[in-house]
Structure formats: structure tokens, C-alpha cells
């Protein structure tokens, strides 16, 4: 994948042929009958028959698909270009109106700057998805079954609500909320491109789910407004804020569609990827006893599952990688032109979707070789596979990268960190029974997923000191070296993570915007190096300099 920073001008201002249209299509619905029933296939299809750039019609929506060294085009075109919410008019019915993609594009990038999600308040939720890990944990038996997306989508339903909403929210959820969910993520049928108010059973039980969430959570505000001695959370906030008539500036349906919003990234992506990746490493049981060990030894000395232990788990965030690129949550990611798009000697014109496919780019051996292969060894030492940020993309890239990427990746870290250390699993359905439902447009495992588990015998004695974390002692001992730091600001969200794990070397201005200190010289080249890893949207770069 190419690594320019800027496209060049022939891509920018010139082009003139049209994408090449896959064969295939009906004559009404277009390839979207393909969609509904094999839409890996149908991407792949692009890729192998029309190389980097070809059209799909859906019932009407061309989408031209960019494929491979494309894609950078795709991610880093502006707003104004490329826009996002012009491309999802029909999640309006599941998300509502003036939510995500029926919002203004300042309330929009508003919401990339989510405060919960920024590095200073990612300390505490660490701690906050380990009590909720540790509850679920204590009402499993020594041993039994269960459905691990159900075990999962409950679990992180408590989690992602505790952390991003508030903990006295989450006291008032219960499982129905997550089985809820299940019957709105059925209205992202591949028809809601016809249109998303179709006399189709899929969109009736949308609709019902949504009715019932406004009916639970006017419930909890009631309850909630009874109360006299209580924190005054995310929603709380909301709720008194008024406009210039003195009316509310929030409903409950509104409120309803930001649960909803939140929920989809902080809870659906994470229950499924949680899922699966249990599933791959039982499937290469080598590697679950290295992931295994690796956290036997990093707990070994009795600390708590804090953000200082969840930075380091190479083993364990490995593996989370592999099973997000062998199972992305997302097929398809669309943009609508705004004006004319050019790729070489291609011309997307205005009105038209592009597209990228996270499924097929994960799978690119030019990128990823056997790429069918569960290899968490791809993100260690020289490969570091990862870093192709146009390539490895199950969370999006550029400025559109999945806001919650990092917070999904801590998570994911807190809930394996005390799951494995405290329970076996084997797989109890045949291995090729464990596959995705692509039947909608947000994919999520098929059901049923079930696996055994019973309680471990404790780990071997605890060992005297406190361990560092893995890589700690490479970084002390290595010689310091002479480098400069690049931040790419099409890619920076100001989520101050580096700011967090470098404070003597990065800051934010009064703009929020990421600062470097003039004089790194004597700076700390480990916390550097971990302020670059954990960037959310890989926006820092470690440039060494050359004294020659």
C-alpha cells in the first residue's frame, strides 16, 4: 500500500473514464440480490475481475468500489468530497432523526471528540470493565455452557454503558436491552437501499425494538428524576438542557438514538470480535496457551487489571487483531461524491458512492501473506502487518477511523485478562458451524455459537517484585536514539492518548490541537514509543535522523 501523504495532482484534477461496471448485475436489482446473499463474495468479485476501481449497482445506488492502493484516496479525501452521513440515509429509521447520520457535520465532528474517549479518562475504565468482567464471572457456575455472543453482548452492553455513559445508567440496564438490540440490527437488511420503510418483517421488528428501547429508557429517566441523592450523569446533563423556547432541547427518542449510536460502536463490534476471537484461539490451541501464559505472568504478582497492565499483552492484542482482520463487524464502508472524484485516469462523478471493503482489504496477500491464516505473529517484530493503515482497516482509516477503536481494544484487553485467567473453554459445536451472519449490512456471528467452560485451578505461586511490562526492559537499556516525531494531522483526532503516555513530549494548545515540545532530546524514548503504538488513528511517526 502506498504511503504518500498527498494524492498527486494527475489523481486530484484529471481522470475521465468511467468505472468499469461488474458483470452479473439484474436488470431491476442490480447486484443487490448478490449483496443480501453472498456480499464477501460479491466485493471479492470486484477485486479479482476488475482490479482497483469498479461500479456495483444497488437497486439504483452505484457504488464504485476502490480497491488496493485506491483505498488511500478513500480515506484521505475531505469531508466536503466524500461525505459519510450522505451515503446512510437509510440507518436514519434505526439511529433516528438528528442522530449520527442525520446530524450536521459539526455535530458530527463533535462526536469524534467524544471526551469520555479521550487517553486521560481511558485510566478509569480499565478498572470499571474489569468489576463489570469480575460480576459476570461470579454468576457462571464451576462449570457449564454457554452462547458466547450472548455471553458477550450482555457483558459488553454493561461495559460500554458503565464507561461511556455512567455506572448509575448501567445499574438500570438489564439483558433485555442486548436482546433488543438484536431485533433493531435486523433493519440493516441490504433492502433498506430500496427503501428503509418497506412492508418487510425485518423493518416491522426494527421498529418495534426501537419503540420498546424509548419505552426502557423513559422508565429509567422517570426513575431516575424520582431520585434525590444521585450522580449526575451523561444523559442526566442532557436532559436539562433547553432551547431558546425553554423547551427540551433532547427527547427521549433522541437520547434513544445516541444509546443507540453508542451502543453500536462501544457494544455490537466489541460482543462479536469478543466472540470470535475466543473462538480462534481455541481453534489454535498453541497459541491460547502462549496468550495464556503470557497474562499467568503478567498477573503473577497480584495487580489489579489497571490501564498500566493493559497497555502491554503483545500476545493477547495480537491475537484481537488477527480475529478483527479475519472477522471485521463491517462488509462495505460508503461515501457519497460531493463533486467530481478522480483516481488516475478514473472519474467518479458527483451523486455516486464509493466504497471500500474491510473484508477484502484484511485479506490482500499482498499485504497480509495467507491471508486465510489465524497468524497473530503478523503485528510482532519487522511484520507488523498493522501498520499499513490503508490496508488493515476493520476499523475504517484516516479521519473516519473507528472513534472508539482504542477504547474497543482496552476493553477487549480487560475482559481476556480476567476471562482466561480464570476459565477453560472448548468449542462444542463442529468447528465449521461457527461462522458470520452476512444476511445484514452489520455482520455479527450466527447463532447459536456455544462453548463449554469450567473454573481454572489457580496459576503457580505468585512471583516476588512487581514485573515490568512486556518491553520494558528493551526500552531502559537501549541506547537513546536520535529521532524526530511527524504527526499527520488528517489522521489526528486530538484524542490525547499521546499526551497521556508522553506528557514531557506532547501537550494540547488552546486549540486542542496535539503539540510536540521543541527538545526531546533528553525525553523518556519509551514513553514515546508507546504514545506512537497507541494512537488511535496512527497519526504519529518516528522519523530517525540521519547523521551520516
Known amino acids: 500500500m502506498s504511503a504518500t501523504k498527498e494524492a498527486t495532482e494527475d489523481e486530484i484534477h484529471t481522470g475521465g473514464k468511467e468505472a468499469p461496471v461488474l458483470p452479473g448485475a439484474d436488470a431491476e436489482l442490480g447486484h443487490l440480490n448478490e449483496l443480501r446473499e453472498r456480499p464477501t463474495a460479491l466485493m471479492q468479485r470486484v477485486a479479482d475481475e476488475l482490479g482497483e476501481i469498479g461500479e456495483l449497482d444497488f437497486a439504483g445506488n452505484k457504488v464504485v468500489m476502490l480497491m488496493g492502493e485506491a483505498q488511500e484516496r478513500f480515506f484521505r479525501a475531505s469531508d466536503e468530497q466524500l461525505d459519510q452521513a450522505e451515503a446512510y440515509p437509510f440507518m436514519k429509521p434505526v439511529f433516528g432523526e438528528g442522530v449520527v447520520f442525520d446530524a450536521s457535520p459539526e455535530e458530527r465532528k463533535q462526536a469524534l471528540k467524544n471526551q469520555s474517549l479521550r487517553g486521560d479518562f481511558m485510566k478509569g475504565h480499565a478498572a470499571t470493565v474489569d468489576r463489570e468482567v469480575q460480576a459476570a464471572m461470579d454468576k457462571l457456575d464451576d462449570e457449564g455452557e454457554i452462547d458466547l455472543l450472548d455471553f458477550f453482548s450482555e457483558l459488553t452492553l454493561y461495559t460500554s454503558s458503565a464507561c461511556l455513559i455512567g455506572k448509575e445508567f448501567r445499574q438500570e440496564l438489564t439483558p433485555e436491552y442486548f436482546k433488543v438490540f438484536y431485533d433493531l440490527e435486523k433493519g440493516t437488511d441490504a433492502m433498506a437501499y430500496v427503501d428503509?420503510?418497506?412492508?418487510?418483517?425485518?423493518?416491522?421488528?426494527?421498529?418495534?425494538?426501537?419503540?420498546?428501547?424509548?419505552?426502557?429508557?423513559?422508565?429509567?429517566f422517570e426513575k431516575r428524576d424520582a431520585m434525590e441523592d444521585k450522580t449526575v450523569e451523561l444523559f442526566d446533563f442532557l436532559r436539562t438542557l433547553k432551547d431558546e423556547n425553554g423547551e427540551a432541547l433532547y427527547s427521549t427518542d433522541k437520547i434513544t438514538g445516541m444509546f443507540i449510536s453508542m451502543m453500536f460502536a462501544g457494544h455490537h463490534t466489541t460482543s462479536g470480535t469478543a466472540a470470535?476471537?475466543?473462538?480462534?484461539?481455541?481453534?489454535?490451541?498453541a497459541v491460547l496457551a502462549d496468550v495464556v501464559e503470557e497474562l499467568d505472568e503478567l498477573y503473577a504478582d497480584g495487580r489489579d487489571i489497571s490501564h498500566q497492565a493493559l497497555r502491554e499483552i503483545p500476545l493477547l492484542e495480537s491475537s484481537i487483531k488477527e480475529a478483527l482482520r479475519l472477522h471485521p463487524p463491517l462488509i462495505l464502508l460508503?461515501?457519497?461524491?460531493?463533486?467530481?472524484?478522480?483516481?488516475?485516469?478514473?472519474t467518479v462523478p458527483?451523486?455516486?458512492?464509493?466504497?471500500?471493503?474491510?473484508?477484502?482489504?484484511?485479506?490482500?496477500?499482498?499485504?497480509?501473506p495467507n491471508p486465510e491464516a489465524f497468524d497473530p505473529t503478523r503485528y510482532t517484530g519487522d511484520r507488523a502487518e498493522d501498520k499499513q493503515l490503508f490496508a488493515w482497516i476493520p476499523f475504517g482509516a484516516g479521519?473516519?477511523?473507528?472513534?472508539?477503536?482504542?477504547?474497543?481494544?482496552?476493553?477487549?484487553?480487560?475482559?481476556?485478562?480476567?476471562?482466561?485467567?480464570n476459565f477453560e473453554f472448548e468449542l462444542s459445536q463442529p468447528v465449521e458451524t461457527y461462522r458470520n451472519d452476512e444476511s445484514k449490512m452489520v455482520i455479527q456471528l450466527e447463532q447459536p455459537c456455544m462453548a463449554r467452560y469450567r473454573r481454572r485451578v489457580p496459576a503457580g505461586a505468585a512471583v516476588t517484585g512487581k514485573s515490568k511490562a512486556a518491553g520494558q526492559d528493551a526500552a531502559d537499556d537501549r541506547p537513546q536514539a536520535s529521532f524526530t516525531i511527524e504527526i499527520d494531522r488528517d489522521l489526528c483526532q486530538s484524542h490525547a492518548v499521546c499526551v497521556s503516555e508522553a506528557p514531557e513530549v506532547f501537550s494540547l494548545d488552546e486549540n486542542k490541537e496535539v503539540v510536540i515540545a521543541t527538545d526531546i532530546a533528553d525525553a523518556d524514548s519509551h514513553a514515546i514509543d508507546m504514545a506512537v503504538k497507541f494512537c488511535p488513528t496512527g497519526a504519529l511517526t518516528l522519523k530517525p535522523i540521519n547523521r551520516g
Not at 451523486?351 to 499485504?367: A, D, I, Q, T, Y
Open 350 to 368: 458527483a451523486g455516486k458512492l464509493v466504497g471500500v471493503s474491510p473484508s477484502v482489504s484484511n485479506r490482500m496477500p499482498e499485504c497480509f
Open 196 to 220: 428503509p420503510y418497506l412492508d418487510l418483517p425485518v423493518f416491522h421488528t426494527r421498529d418495534k425494538a426501537r419503540e420498546r428501547l424509548v419505552e426502557l429508557l423513559d422508565g429509567v
Open 334 to 346: 460508503m461515501r457519497k461524491v460531493m463533486y467530481d472524484f478522480h483516481y488516475k485516469g478514473w
Open 276 to 285: 470470535w476471537t475466543l473462538i480462534e484461539l481455541l481453534k489454535n490451541p
Open 399 to 421: 479521519r473516519h477511523r473507528c472513534v472508539g477503536a482504542a477504547f474497543a481494544m482496552m476493553q477487549l484487553k480487560a475482559i481476556f485478562s480476567a476471562v482466561l485467567r
